[in-house]
C-alpha cells in the first residue's frame, strides 16, 4: 500500500451516551440510524426495520 494514500475523514457527531454511569463519547452513533438508509419507500426492508424500532 502506498503511503501517500490518504483517506477521507469520517463523518462525527457529537453524541455523548452514558454507559454505567459513564459518559461515553459516541460519535459514530449516525452509522446505527437506520431511518437515513437509502431504501425505497416501499422496499421489505425498509418497512421492517421502521417497524422494529
Keep these: 500500500m502506498n503511503n501517500d494514500e490518504n483517506y477521507p475523514e469520517s463523518r462525527k457527531d ?23 438508509l ?3 419507500l416501499g422496499s421489505k426492508i425498509r418497512t421492517n426495520l421502521l417497524k422494529n424500532t
Design 38 to 40: 437509502n431504501l425505497p
Design 14 to 36: 457529537g453524541t455523548f451516551e452514558e454507559i454505567f454511569g459513564v459518559t461515553v463519547e459516541d460519535q459514530y452513533r449516525w452509522l446505527e440510524d437506520f431511518t437515513r
